[in-house]
T-cell receptor
Framework: DAKTTQPNSMESNEEEPVHLPCNHS???????IHWYRQLPSQGPEYVIH???SNVNNRMASLAIAEDRKSSTLILHRATLRDAAVYYC?????????????FGTGTRLQVTL | DADVTQTPRNRITKTGKRIMLECSQT?????MYWYRQDPGLGLQLIYY???????NKGEISDGYSVSRQAQAKFSLSLESAIPNQTALYFC?????????????FGEGSRLTVL
């Protein structure tokens, strides 16, 4: 199964942009790139996903490399509420061999 | 009300006891999952089900069993609980046709085995 690699932790100042990287060099053509985040004492929640093109939503932006072997989640202005563990995972939503596992993610600390 | 509901939210039990964690969903999704999370670690897949009659083992299925009683219900059982099954358990659902198979998680069930 394709795996993802993320830094264990990152720090950001409040109201600064944050770029969270993810490497997925063995990604297959049918894999979507998903990002989830887990706030303390909560279940993971969806942030954003993409296949080939860069994506934007109200929470974040997702920049996908042209070869799809890496991606970056961009939080445009970090707030204290964005402090969480961010998971990058690959999903093949229709195949029986769906990639369903989560790695350890990146713990984002946001300071004043 | 939450779309994915887990019960109980917290449970303390003793070694050797049988425990059932229940999950129900109102999303109308066919696909359901059980994950386990240990402190400071990511989520590991225990079992998943793509339909009522479909059950599949995940990475760490030993010591666990599941039952998919209906589209909306997916239960996780520990037949004889042991201390290293102390963890936070999450149920999730997905629709493969929606946002690349976005996962919707419950709030978690914290299990302590003494």
């Amino acid at each position: 199964d394709a795996k993802t690699t993320q830094p264990n932790s990152m720090e950001s100042n409040e109201e600064e942009p944050v770029h969270l990287p993810c490497n997925h060099s063995t990604i297959s053509g049918t894999d979507y790139i998903h990002w989830y985040r887990q706030l303390p004492s909560q279940g993971p929640e969806y942030v954003i996903h993409g296949l080939t093109s860069n994506v934007n939503n109200r929470m974040a932006s997702l920049a996908i490399a042209e070869d799809r072997k890496s991606s970056t989640l961009i939080l445009h202005r970090a707030t204290l509420r964005d402090a969480a563990v961010y998971y990058c995972i690959l999903r093949d939503p229709t195949g029986t061999a769906s990639k369903l596992t989560f790695g350890t993610g990146t713990r984002l600390q946001v300071t004043l | 009300d939450a779309d994915v509901t887990q019960t109980p939210r917290n449970r303390i039990t003793k070694t050797g006891k049988r425990i059932m964690l229940e999950c129900s969903q109102t999303k109308g999704h066919d696909r359901m999952y059980w994950y386990r999370q240990d402190p400071g670690l990511g989520l590991q897949l225990i079992y998943y089900s793509f339909d009522v009659k479909d059950i599949n083992k995940g990475e760490i299925s030993d010591g666990y069993s599941v039952s998919r009683q209906a589209q909306a219900k997916f239960s996780l059982s520990l037949e004889s609980a042991i201390p290293n099954q102390t963890a936070l358990y999450f149920c999730a659902t997905s629709d493969p046709l929606n946002r690349g198979g976005e996962l919707f998680f419950g709030e978690g069930s914290r299990l302590t085995v003494l």
